[in-house]
């Protein structure tokens, strides 16, 4: 019913910069909150920033002031700009939307993308 989209990883050195894009398609009513995770080999999926309808903005302390959420209502998109890249952020990104469908307008559900794959390495 809803489709999620990512593209945009890579691999990159430390210090350079990468943007992550996402698309939402389907049947949606309505996109609530959108927004990155990332899951690094061996670790559990961590929140990376989120974006709601009204932009404002929810980042992990260990991103903020280097990446920067945005979302584009009218195309049903979201972006992770990420700066100053470090080792440490290398993992399979993944975009989350909460999205009601046209069958079910007053309903609620998280959606997620296949991941895109982020390596920070020299």
């Known amino acids: 019913q809803v489709q999620v989209v990512e593209s945009g990883g890579g691999l990159v050195q430390p210090g350079e910069s990468l943007t992550l894009s996402c698309a939402a398609s389907?049947?949606?009513?309505?996109?609530?909150?959108m927004g990155w995770y990332r899951q690094a080999p061996g670790q559990q999926r961590e929140l990376v920033a989120t974006?709601?309808?009204?932009?404002?903005?929810n980042y992990a302390d260990s991103v903020k002031g280097r990446f920067t959420i945005s979302r584009d209502n009218a195309k049903n998109t979201v972006s992770l700009h990420m700066n100053s890249l470090k080792p440490d952020d290398t993992a399979v990104y993944y975009c989350?939307?909460?999205?009601?469908?046209?069958?079910?307008?007053?309903?609620?559900?998280?959606?997620w993308g296949q991941g895109t794959q982020v390596t920070v390495s020299s």
């Open positions: 989350n939307v909460v999205a009601s469908t046209s069958s079910r307008k007053f309903y609620y559900t998280q959606y």
């Open positions: 974006v709601t309808s009204g932009g404002s903005t």
């Open positions: 389907g049947s949606i009513f309505s996109l609530s909150v």
